[in-house]
Nanobody, 125 residues
Framework: QVQLVESGGGLVQAGDSLRLSCAAS????????MGWFRQAPGKEREFVAV????????RYADSVKGRFTISRDNAKNTVYLQMDSLKPEDTANYYC??????????????????WGQGTQVTVSA
């Protein structure tokens, strides 16, 4: 069992930066691939980024590539999402998720085993 708690969301202006954090419980954090997803009102949950368990390889959605950076600190049981050059279309509730058997190609929400409650990011024009 893994419990995930996101933090760091807020209201910012276009062009600003935010760093989201996701703290995980349990001693097996390093064995999970970790992903970030987002969901805007009236839209489906969409993949944002994933980081693998051991090598720390990353993959991003085209819409955030070059602006967002996912990272993890296994000693702190935490995964981060650094978001730069934010745009109004980045406005959404952001969720972190853990995938026990996933990897670099785990970009689909149903593949993930555990989810946080989400943190709201609002970007004004």
């Amino acid at each position: 069992q893994v419990q995930l708690v996101e933090s760091g969301g807020g209201l910012v202006q276009a062009g600003d930066s935010l760093r989201l954090s996701c703290a995980a419980s349990g001693r097996t954090f390093s064995t999970y691939a970790m992903g970030w997803f987002r969901q805007a009102p009236g839209k489906e949950r969409e993949f944002v980024a994933v980081i693998t368990r051991s090598t720390g390889q990353t993959r991003y959605a085209d819409s955030v590539k070059g602006r967002f950076t996912i990272s993890r600190d296994n000693a702190k049981n935490t995964v981060y999402l650094q978001m730069d050059s934010l745009k109004p279309e980045d406005t959404a509730n952001y969720y972190c998720a853990a995938n026990r058997y996933g990897g670099l190609f785990s970009t689909s929400a149903p593949e993930y085993d555990y989810w946080g409650q989400g943190t709201q990011v609002t970007v004004s024009a």
